[in-house]
């Protein structure tokens, strides 16, 4: 058909993100789409073009050696970094910043904003003075504390423009909560290439990197930066409720990042972001899992472009959420719970999961005031939020020191 109306290529373009499955997030995996271009291929005789979340550069190359399609019409990983092709030219695959599939540019664009990425702080800023990469015009002796996102970020750009970064991170890898973040079902690991992607840069722009060292005044001191970057990130608190301390309420990073042990019932306090991906994770792990949530909705934190696929796995892994609904005390066998109109009711439970509230670490910044001279806080130390506002503040003031 496509010969008859004289066109010199077919593009396929796969469902959308919207249909009953999502097409293009990080939960399709690489060659997911693949067998689409091939049956395409061998269907008409002018070339395919196809490209939807077949992001590899190298599987790309074998594909099109191998006659599966005649072009590879890929669109968000030169989104995440423009200069992939360069570096696939120059074998310096390494250092590709991942695309992580969470369609902050399309969100963005819906709201008739110009579309910026998550993993990319320049997208959308290409051509603004403020936004470029210079060097350093006083090259400094800068400490970054906390090697999650936004301090990765800050650090690698920093050491590129010249100046002398030490990053430290009290625990003993890279990532902060990319860690915890990577066990979301689906397509999660991403964020373990993407810290990977800053552990290249890192050595590549001679950043030393202290691990298991918790920054504290008196270490500053030595050090003797010229600039410090608090990047510390935020953590869940204890929330004061009876029964808090309890022995079977754990954090939720501790069942995400160090595989804290759990029992078969689980009732996670919390249905933002971080407990929609505890309970899944757990749920589809095969526990039997209830949700407390206090607001009307669940992923009030989530893009509304990503939202969706949350709602369709708490429904598939029979994730029991209870919304508009108040934790009143944590007993020996469960949560006791108000619902909407007053009625208590006991949800049985073998571990408690606390994924609320999130609170900013924050302190270092009272603390290094009278330590070193210029001190700037990023990511989610200011207000917990998201991995693009701790990169792109991370850029920021990569740039600007
Ligand atoms: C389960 C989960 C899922 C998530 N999913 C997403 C998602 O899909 N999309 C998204 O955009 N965001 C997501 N997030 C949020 C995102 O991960 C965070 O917003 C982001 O990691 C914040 O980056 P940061 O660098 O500011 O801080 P963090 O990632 O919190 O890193 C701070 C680091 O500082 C270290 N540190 C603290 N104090 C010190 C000290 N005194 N000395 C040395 N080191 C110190 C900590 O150990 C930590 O490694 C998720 C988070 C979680 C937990
Ligand atoms: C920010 C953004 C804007 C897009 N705009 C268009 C568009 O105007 N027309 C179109 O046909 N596809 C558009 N697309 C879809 C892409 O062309 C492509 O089909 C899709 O992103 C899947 O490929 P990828 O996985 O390589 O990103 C857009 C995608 C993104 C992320
Ligand atoms: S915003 Fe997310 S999905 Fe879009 S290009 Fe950047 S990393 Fe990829």
Known sequence: MAEQAGADCIS??????????????????????????????????????FGPRFCDPVK?????????????????PFLADPELLHK??????????????????LSRMFRNLPYICAVNPRLGHEVEPE?????????????????????????????QRGHSVVLCEKSERLGGQLLPASREIGGG????DLARYYETMLRKWNVEVRLGTEVTPQLCAQIAPDVSVVATGSEIEHFPIPGIHRNHVVIAHDILEEGAPCGDRVVVLGGER????????????????TLVELGKRLGEDVIATFK?????????????????????EITEE???????????RLVPADTVILAIPRKARQQLLTDLEFVCDELYMIGDAVKPRSMHNAIREGYLIGIRI
Do not use: M
């Open 12 to 49: 396929i373009v796969v469902g959308w993100h919207e249909s009953t499955r999502g097409a293009l997030g990080r939960d399709v995996h690489d060659d997911q789409w693949l067998p689409l271009a091939e049956n395409a291929s061998r269907a008409v005789k002018i070339p395919v073009a």
């Open 88 to 105: 696939v030219a120059r074998d310096r695959l390494e250092e590709i910043r991942p695309c992580v599939g969470g369609l902050l540019c």
């Open 308 to 328: 969706w696929r949350h709602t369709a796995w708490v429904r598939e892994l029979q994730i029991q959420a209870l919304l508009n609904t108040r934790a009143k």
């Open 274 to 289: 971080i407990g929609l991906v505890a309970a899944e994770y757990l749920a589809s792990r095969g526990k039997q899992v």
């Open 60 to 76: 790309a190359e074998e594909a099109l050696a191998r006659g599966a399609f005649g072009l590879w019409e890929v669109c968000r």
């Open 334 to 344: 469960g949560v006791v719970v108000e619902e909407e109109g007053g009625a208590e």
């Open 131 to 159: 936004y470029e990469l210079r060097p350093a015009r006083i090259p400094k002796k800068v400490l970054v504390i906390g090697g999650g996102p936004g301090g990765l970020e800050c650090a690698f750009i920093a050491a």
């Open 189 to 192: 690991r991403i964020f373990v």
